[in-house]
Protein backbone atom coordinates (compact mmCIF):
# COMPACT_ATOMS: atom_id res chain seq x y z
CA UNK A 1 0.00 0.00 0.00
CA UNK A 2 0.87 3.78 -0.70
CA UNK A 3 3.03 4.97 2.25
CA UNK A 4 3.94 8.50 3.37
CA UNK A 5 6.31 9.47 6.00
CA UNK A 6 6.96 12.61 8.00
CA UNK A 7 10.69 13.75 9.49
CA UNK A 8 11.03 14.34 12.59
CA UNK A 9 8.92 12.82 14.37
CA UNK A 10 8.97 14.93 17.59
CA UNK A 11 10.94 17.72 18.04
CA UNK A 12 11.47 20.35 20.52
CA UNK A 13 12.65 23.82 20.02
CA UNK A 14 12.59 26.73 21.74
CA UNK A 15 10.35 29.97 21.42
CA UNK A 16 10.91 31.85 18.18
CA UNK A 17 12.70 29.18 16.78
CA UNK A 18 11.85 27.99 13.01
CA UNK A 19 11.12 24.35 12.63
CA UNK A 20 10.92 22.44 9.57
CA UNK A 21 8.78 19.35 8.56
CA UNK A 22 8.77 16.99 5.89
CA UNK A 23 6.37 15.22 4.48
CA UNK A 24 6.89 12.37 1.55
CA UNK A 25 5.42 9.76 -0.13
CA UNK A 26 7.40 7.01 -0.82
CA UNK A 27 6.16 5.34 -3.41
CA UNK A 28 3.51 7.08 -5.15
CA UNK A 29 3.73 10.65 -6.87
CA UNK A 30 1.59 13.18 -5.16
CA UNK A 31 0.77 16.06 -7.08
CA UNK A 32 -1.69 17.28 -3.69
CA UNK A 33 -0.88 17.18 -0.32
CA UNK A 34 -2.61 18.24 2.54
CA UNK A 35 -1.51 19.85 6.55
CA UNK A 36 -3.13 18.96 9.45
CA UNK A 37 -3.16 20.14 12.91
CA UNK A 38 -4.54 18.27 16.30
CA UNK A 39 -4.39 19.38 19.63
CA UNK A 40 -4.38 17.33 22.27
CA UNK A 41 -8.01 15.09 22.44
CA UNK A 42 -8.99 16.91 19.49
CA UNK A 43 -9.76 16.38 15.94
CA UNK A 44 -7.38 17.09 12.91
CA UNK A 45 -8.12 20.62 11.65
CA UNK A 46 -7.02 20.96 7.92
CA UNK A 47 -4.47 24.48 7.53
CA UNK A 48 -3.46 24.14 3.95
CA UNK A 49 -3.26 22.68 0.92
CA UNK A 50 0.09 21.87 -1.35
CA UNK A 51 -0.10 21.34 -4.50
CA UNK A 52 3.01 20.62 -6.50
CA UNK A 53 4.91 23.64 -8.62
CA UNK A 54 1.96 26.32 -7.28
CA UNK A 55 1.35 28.19 -3.82
CA UNK A 56 -0.19 26.34 -1.14
CA UNK A 57 -4.14 26.96 -0.36
CA UNK A 58 -4.71 28.15 3.37
CA UNK A 59 -7.76 27.64 5.74
CA UNK A 60 -9.38 30.58 7.06
CA UNK A 61 -7.48 31.91 9.80
CA UNK A 62 -4.41 29.63 9.11
CA UNK A 63 -1.54 32.80 8.76
CA UNK A 64 0.82 31.64 5.61
CA UNK A 65 3.57 33.49 6.73
CA UNK A 66 3.73 31.75 9.70
CA UNK A 67 3.50 28.07 8.32
CA UNK A 68 5.14 28.65 5.52
CA UNK A 69 4.76 25.29 2.61
CA UNK A 70 6.28 24.19 0.10
CA UNK A 71 5.82 21.32 -2.68
CA UNK A 72 8.58 21.15 -4.43
CA UNK A 73 8.28 17.82 -5.81
CA UNK A 74 6.06 15.12 -6.75
CA UNK A 75 7.21 13.41 -3.28
CA UNK A 76 8.38 15.91 -0.96
CA UNK A 77 5.99 18.94 0.80
CA UNK A 78 7.63 21.25 3.92
CA UNK A 79 5.99 22.55 6.16
CA UNK A 80 7.95 25.51 8.70
CA UNK A 81 6.67 26.95 11.67
CA UNK A 82 8.83 30.33 11.68
CA UNK A 83 9.28 32.29 15.02
CA UNK A 84 7.09 28.85 17.04
CA UNK A 85 5.51 29.78 19.85
CA UNK A 86 4.01 27.65 22.71
CA UNK A 87 0.59 28.05 21.40
CA UNK A 88 2.09 26.23 18.14
CA UNK A 89 3.00 22.89 20.22
CA UNK A 90 0.56 20.55 18.69
CA UNK A 91 0.82 17.20 16.50
CA UNK A 92 0.94 18.20 12.90
CA UNK A 93 -0.42 15.52 10.01
CA UNK A 94 0.21 15.61 6.62
CA UNK A 95 -1.69 13.19 3.80
CA UNK A 96 -0.81 12.50 0.56
CA UNK A 97 -3.27 12.77 -2.35
CA UNK A 98 -2.82 9.63 -4.92
CA UNK A 99 -3.82 9.77 -8.48
CA UNK A 100 -6.79 7.73 -7.60
CA UNK A 101 -7.89 10.46 -5.49
CA UNK A 102 -7.12 8.69 -1.97
CA UNK A 103 -5.28 10.28 0.74
CA UNK A 104 -2.76 8.54 2.54
CA UNK A 105 -1.69 9.71 6.00
CA UNK A 106 1.75 10.28 7.03
CA UNK A 107 2.03 9.35 11.00
CA UNK A 108 2.24 12.78 12.36
CA UNK A 109 5.00 14.93 13.90
CA UNK A 110 5.09 15.87 17.27
CA UNK A 111 5.89 19.48 17.97
CA UNK A 112 6.77 21.12 21.54
CA UNK A 113 7.64 24.74 22.14
CA UNK A 114 9.20 26.01 25.24
CA UNK B 1 -18.84 25.06 10.06
CA UNK B 2 -17.73 21.48 10.90
CA UNK B 3 -18.78 18.30 8.68
CA UNK B 4 -18.70 15.36 9.92
CA UNK B 5 -19.30 15.71 13.71
CA UNK B 6 -19.72 12.59 15.87
CA UNK B 7 -21.55 11.97 19.14
CA UNK B 8 -19.40 13.31 21.66
CA UNK B 9 -19.09 10.16 23.72
CA UNK B 10 -16.54 7.71 25.19
CA UNK B 11 -17.11 4.19 24.71
CA UNK B 12 -15.39 1.84 26.98
CA UNK B 13 -17.08 -2.18 26.30
CA UNK B 14 -15.73 -5.55 27.24
CA UNK B 15 -14.02 -7.22 24.32
CA UNK B 16 -16.34 -9.25 22.05
CA UNK B 17 -18.86 -6.67 22.82
CA UNK B 18 -20.01 -4.80 19.44
CA UNK B 19 -18.82 -1.29 19.41
CA UNK B 20 -21.16 1.06 17.63
CA UNK B 21 -19.76 5.11 16.57
CA UNK B 22 -22.37 7.83 14.87
CA UNK B 23 -21.30 10.57 12.48
CA UNK B 24 -23.39 13.26 11.46
CA UNK B 25 -22.74 15.86 8.86
CA UNK B 26 -24.34 19.00 7.26
CA UNK B 27 -23.29 19.78 3.36
CA UNK B 28 -23.64 16.90 0.97
CA UNK B 29 -20.57 14.86 0.51
CA UNK B 30 -18.58 12.59 -2.31
CA UNK B 31 -18.17 10.16 0.48
CA UNK B 32 -17.45 9.64 3.99
CA UNK B 33 -14.54 7.43 5.01
CA UNK B 34 -14.03 6.33 8.62
CA UNK B 35 -10.00 6.14 10.67
CA UNK B 36 -8.70 4.83 13.43
CA UNK B 37 -6.14 6.36 15.38
CA UNK B 38 -3.89 5.74 17.83
CA UNK B 39 -2.72 7.80 20.50
CA UNK B 40 0.12 10.00 19.53
CA UNK B 41 -0.17 8.11 16.56
CA UNK B 42 -1.19 8.75 12.54
CA UNK B 43 -4.58 7.72 10.99
CA UNK B 44 -5.05 4.42 9.44
CA UNK B 45 -7.72 4.45 6.88
CA UNK B 46 -10.68 1.83 7.72
CA UNK B 47 -13.30 2.14 5.21
CA UNK B 48 -14.94 4.41 2.66
CA UNK B 49 -18.72 4.98 1.71
CA UNK B 50 -19.89 6.87 -1.20
CA UNK B 51 -22.72 9.03 -1.22
CA UNK B 52 -24.46 6.28 -3.19
CA UNK B 53 -23.85 3.05 -1.25
CA UNK B 54 -26.48 2.57 1.98
CA UNK B 55 -23.86 -0.12 3.83
CA UNK B 56 -20.77 -1.22 3.30
CA UNK B 57 -18.70 -4.39 5.05
CA UNK B 58 -14.92 -4.74 5.76
CA UNK B 59 -14.11 -7.81 7.79
CA UNK B 60 -15.61 -6.58 11.49
CA UNK B 61 -16.41 -3.49 10.18
CA UNK B 62 -19.80 -2.11 9.14
CA UNK B 63 -20.76 1.28 7.79
CA UNK B 64 -23.88 2.86 7.06
CA UNK B 65 -24.98 6.16 5.12
CA UNK B 66 -27.68 7.63 5.72
CA UNK B 67 -27.91 10.64 3.39
CA UNK B 68 -31.48 11.76 3.75
CA UNK B 69 -30.25 12.05 7.49
CA UNK B 70 -27.10 13.31 7.24
CA UNK B 71 -25.71 10.46 9.08
CA UNK B 72 -23.25 7.70 9.36
CA UNK B 73 -22.33 4.83 11.77
CA UNK B 74 -19.53 2.35 12.16
CA UNK B 75 -19.87 -1.18 13.75
CA UNK B 76 -17.25 -3.11 15.18
CA UNK B 77 -18.32 -6.51 16.05
CA UNK B 78 -16.54 -8.79 18.56
CA UNK B 79 -14.03 -6.36 19.22
CA UNK B 80 -10.75 -7.17 20.62
CA UNK B 81 -8.49 -4.93 23.15
CA UNK B 82 -6.53 -3.97 19.89
CA UNK B 83 -9.54 -1.90 18.61
CA UNK B 84 -8.87 0.64 21.70
CA UNK B 85 -8.21 3.62 19.30
CA UNK B 86 -10.10 7.07 18.84
CA UNK B 87 -12.55 6.83 15.61
CA UNK B 88 -13.07 9.58 13.32
CA UNK B 89 -15.22 9.88 10.14
CA UNK B 90 -14.40 12.74 7.57
CA UNK B 91 -16.17 13.88 4.97
CA UNK B 92 -15.46 14.83 1.14
CA UNK B 93 -17.41 17.86 0.32
CA UNK B 94 -18.62 18.33 -3.80
CA UNK B 95 -16.04 21.05 -3.75
CA UNK B 96 -13.57 18.87 -5.93
CA UNK B 97 -10.70 19.20 -3.98
CA UNK B 98 -10.56 16.11 -1.79
CA UNK B 99 -10.38 18.66 1.21
CA UNK B 100 -11.49 16.15 3.85
CA UNK B 101 -13.56 17.63 7.07
CA UNK B 102 -12.75 15.70 10.36
CA UNK B 103 -15.56 14.94 12.88
CA UNK B 104 -14.20 14.77 16.91
CA UNK B 105 -13.71 11.42 17.15
CA UNK B 106 -14.93 9.07 19.61
CA UNK B 107 -12.84 7.62 21.82
CA UNK B 108 -13.14 3.39 22.33
CA UNK B 109 -11.47 1.30 25.05
CA UNK B 110 -12.06 -2.35 24.87
CA UNK B 111 -11.46 -4.22 28.08
CA UNK B 112 -9.23 -7.15 28.22
Known amino acids: GAVVSQHPSWVICKSGTSVKIECRSL??????MFWYRQFPKQSLMLMAT?????????EQGVEKDKFLINHASLTLSTLTVTSAHPEDSSFYIC??????????FGPGTRLTVL | SQQGEEDPQALSIQEGENATMNCSYK?????LQWYRQNSGRGLVHLIL?????REKHSGRLRVTLDTSKKSSSLLITASRAADTASYFC????????????FGKGNQVVVIP
Open chain 1, 95 to 104: SAEEPVDEQF
Open chain 1, 27 to 32: DFQATT
Open chain 1, 50 to 58: SNEGSKATY
Open chain 2, 27 to 31: TSINN
Open chain 2, 49 to 53: IRSNE
Open chain 2, 90 to 101: ATDGRRGNNRLA
